[in-house]
């Protein structure tokens, strides 16, 4: 596979060198037997006084001295170099891998599961490295040890090798021609398992939800089903291993029958010593042992070329949102944002926008409304570019958003999310997340002005406490005020506050209204609130529905229109818009 190459090119040093160390094994797994041979040849020959003896096994001893010592040495250079090489691979693999994952839309992170991207990029790690080393260490040199006791019987006599070199070919002829039916029962097997994992991350990932609703059962028989399935595909890989297994038995027994038979004739007639037959029984049993180990351990090589397969989805698939080739940073110097003749869907039929012009000034605090799912978020991740929209244009003071760097775009604005998610590292370095490099001052002045500051300090080790995953150990409003000193801290030059403030009470979201506030004067500001009265002070509100903008006035202008605006003032409730379905 290519993309193994490529990781292989980086390490060219060590990979050669561990396949040149490789060889040693097919050296010693003939030249061991020779050894053998040479002593049992002076026992069998030996004419003088048996107390010399030693003087006549001189040469084979050393000679299996010297091989023992070179081998020992080979394999502990081996370790070394792959000391040096393995982790280093892995470690690559895995750094690659997540980096290019980092670069998949929001729309295929949308559609793809987290835990089957993590378990593909494992996959991938493990299946890489034990392709390489597999390859390396096993396959070359149990090739090169058939090919080298073919050739050393060849000069004992050429029938043996002919027999041994059929039986190679018809072993591994059996191999290579059902590993492509192995492939693809082991390639569905991996598909099945990854599902399964993503299923299973994504159940114990909502395991508030399972618990609340106890529904741990049902979440249980939900795994099984896929779990059902995965067993199915096992079973069916399993099943064509073992008939492959089979096959395999079959050839090896012919070979021993017609070796012994070769060698038996040859020894009546002479043509063979004792030492010979010796070396030719323990060469071929020790070849026998090696090629059955590579018909066993192939099945499951193939395996792991389905799961890097299947891994490989990972990278095949391009990135969706890619930089304009020679692409420029985004220069924000008013912070005008303009949406000419913007549609847009997230599925085929949908048209959200439908070709709208839309002009939001610099410095303008422009306010959104609308029902749930009215397209107010959608409407804010368009001028983040977290999609591409289908046609028109947005542009900030006049650039097409397009054709500017994804990075310098969403450098120059500040989004406080509907559902804000914080790493699970310390509340600092969650807030510091906002600017790099972001001094302990400047995140503590943010902290205090987002009003998380009073009950950081006051949590078991302060800024230090670590969240927990996606932030489950602070509360929801908690949570968002995280967010808000994150944006604090950021001090972009477009604001984008996505129901910032919407788990707040209203005495914490009074106080940090100022705080917002400053951090609004002369920066362009789009605020979604279902809190109609959090809008009173916006220069202008846009009113969604159904994914289209039907109005776009000040809070007066609007109710004096009377329109859907006026329909949903009229209709809050204690400030707050109804679901559609209830309106
Ligand atoms: N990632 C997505 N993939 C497909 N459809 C989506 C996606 N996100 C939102 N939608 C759909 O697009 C429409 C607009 O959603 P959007 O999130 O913009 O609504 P919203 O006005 O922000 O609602 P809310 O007030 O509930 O946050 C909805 O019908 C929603 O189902
Ligand atoms: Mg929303």
Avoid at 62 to 89: H, M, N, Q
Avoid at 146 to 154: C, F, K, N, Q, V
Wanted: proline letters at 2%; hydrophobic letters at 45%; a neutral charge.
């Amino acid at each position: 596979m290519p993309f193994i190459g490529v990781f292989l090119s980086r390490r060219k040093a060590g990979f050669c060198l561990l396949a040149v160390l490789a060889l040693m094994w097919p050296v010693e797994q003939v030249l061991f037997p020779y050894v053998v041979k040479m002593i049992i040849d002076v026992f069998a020959t030996y004419q003088g006084d048996r107390a010399d003896i030693y003087a006549a096994l001189a040469r084979p001893l050393w000679l299996g001295g010297i091989l023992w010592v070179t081998s020992v040495v080979c394999w502990r250079v081996t370790d070394g170099v792959d000391y040096l090489f393995s982790p280093a691979l892995q470690a690559d693999i895995r750094e690659t891998l997540t980096g290019y994952v980092f670069g998949h839309s929001h729309r295929y992170f949308s559609t793809h599961l987290t835990g089957s991207i993590t378990n593909k990029i494992s996959d991938m790690v493990q299946g890489v490295h034990m392709l390489v080393t597999q390859s390396v260490r096993f396959y070359i040199p149990s090739l090169m040890t058939a090919l080298l006791t073919a050739g050393i019987m060849a000069s004992i006599s050429p029938t043996f090798a002919v027999i041994l070199l059929g039986w190679t070919a018809a072993h591994l002829g059996i191999c290579v021609y059902y590993s492509r039916a192995c492939d693809a029962v082991s390639h569905r097997h991996s598909e099945m398992r990854s599902e399964l994992m993503g299923r299973i991350v994504d159940s114990v990932g909502n395991f508030i939800t399972v618990r609340l609703f106890a529904r741990k059962r049902a979440e249980m028989g939900y795994i099984h089903d896929f779990q059902t399935q995965e067993i199915r595909a096992h079973k069916r890989m399993l099943f064509v291993i073992a008939k492959v297994k089979f096959l395999l038995e079959i050839p090896c027994f012919v070979m021993i029958v017609l070796l012994i038979r070769a060698l038996v004739s040859a020894w009546q007639a002479g043509s063979v010593s004792s030492g010979d037959v010796a070396f030719i029984l323990s060469t071929t049993i020790n070849l026998m042992y090696l090629l059955w180990r590579v018909g066993m351990e192939f099945p499951s090589f193939y395996r792991e070329i389905g799961v890097c397969q299947q891994a490989l989805e990972l990278v095949k698939e391009p990135h969706e949102l890619v930089d304009r080739v020679g692409a420029g940073a985004l220069a924000v110097a008013r912070g005008e944002i303009v949406f000419d003749d913007v549609s847009f869907e997230y599925h085929a039929g949908q048209n959200l926008f439908s070709g709208k012009h839309i002009r939001i000034g610099a410095g303008e605090k422009v306010g959104l409304v609308g029902f749930s799912g009215s397209g107010k978020s959608t409407f804010v991740n368009l001028i983040l570019r977290l999609y591409d929209i289908e046609s028109g244009s947005i542009r900030i003071d006049g650039q097409d958003i397009s054709q500017v760097t994804q990075d310098s775009l969403r450098a120059q604005i500040s989004l406080i999310p509907q559902e804000p998610v914080l790493f699970h590292r310390s509340l600092r370095d969650n807030i510091a997340y906002g600017r790099e490099g972001a001094t302990e001052e400047e995140i503590i002045a943010a902290a205090k002005a987002a009003h998380c500051h009073g009950f950081i300090m006051a949590s078991e080790h302060g800024y230090d406490s670590i969240v927990g995953e996606r932030g489950v150990k602070l509360s929801g409003g908690q949570r968002q005020r995280i967010a808000i000193a994150r944006a604090i801290l950021k001090n972009a030059r477009i604001l984008l506050f996505d129901e910032a403030t919407s788990s707040l009470d209203s005495v914490t979201e009074a106080a940090i209204q100022d705080s917002l506030e400053a951090m609004m004067a002369g920066r362009t500001t789009v605020v979604i609130a279902h809190r109609l009265s959090t809008l009173l002070h916006m220069d202008r509100v846009l009113v969604f529905r159904d994914g289209a903008i039907v109005e776009d006035g000040t809070h007066s202008q609007l109710l004096a229109l009377g329109g859907h605006y006026a329909q949903l003032w009229r209709m809050q409730v204690g400030g707050f818009l109804p679901d559609q379905g209830e309106g």
